[in-house]
């Protein structure tokens, strides 16, 4: 599924915020840690808000992340060796991303340690990636965005490629994060690449959903 013939250490920083998702940081966190890496992982309240009514319960959240984290800090923490530009890592990113945390840091706001560590991450020229789940996006949120990109955040949507053919929940998450480990430059194999339609004999999304041409 991925590659884990890495040499050297990848430090990621991993921001989980209260958008909608959170599922997408824990999937992110287990394969990552496949590979040679070392994650440092903080949540916000509303993050945990999210996970009660989308994975478990906030409690189930924060232990299933423990698992594959190697430091776990709430977005309070602003001591943790993170928030100063310092302590550098190799890569920055924020899953989910509300749109409130991206609006904090377009505008230097570091109010918290996520905020603090994407602005170090920015200022010091890492790859910073943001999965943004919103929608719709109406013009606040896409000048947002914007100007996010034009810092140097790399916008991934949260949305599937109907090319990959997904069959379930699993596919469609392997799928978004397939697209962070295709900007991280990580071998993979997360999901369905695109071909023509003369390549493929799996069911496209129309047979899946109506059923195949001949019924």
């Given at each position: ?12 920083f991993l921001g989980i915020t209260g958008a909608s998702g959170c599922v997408l ?7 990552l840690k496949k590979l040679n890496s070392y994650i440092v992982a903080s949540y ?80 010091m020229k890492r790859k910073v990636i943001a999965i943004v789940r919103e929608s ?80």
């Amino acid at each position: 599924m991925i590659d884990s013939r890495r040499s050297e250490v990848l430090k990621v920083f991993l921001g989980i915020t209260g958008a909608s998702g959170c599922v997408l940081a824990i999937r992110f966190a287990e394969l990552l840690k496949k590979l040679n890496s070392y994650i440092v992982a903080s949540y916000t309240s509303n993050a945990l808000l999210v996970a009660d009514s989308e994975c478990v319960s906030r409690e189930w959240f924060i232990s299933k992340l423990g698992e594959y984290v190697d430091e776990l800090y709430d977005e309070n923490r602003i001591d943790a060796s993170i928030a100063s530009s310092s302590n550098t890592l190799d890569v920055y990113t924020l899953i989910p991303a509300s749109i409130k945390t991206l609006a904090l840091i377009v505008n230097g706001i570091g109010s918290n340690l996520i905020t603090r560590a994407i602005l170090n991450g920015l200022r010091m020229k890492r790859k910073v990636i943001a999965i943004v789940r919103e929608s719709p996006l109406g013009e606040i949120e896409l000048k947002i965005l914007y100007r996010a990109a034009r810092a140097g955040i790399i916008i991934i949507p949260a949305v599937i490629g109907f090319y990959a053919y997904p069959q379930n929940l699993g596919d469609i998450v392997d799928f978004i994060i397939g697209k962070v480990f295709d900007v991280l430059e990580l071998q993979h194999s997360l999901y369905r690449r695109w071909k023509s339609a003369k390549e493929t004999k799996t069911q496209d999304p129309c047979q899946i959903l109506y059923g195949s041409k001949d019924s």
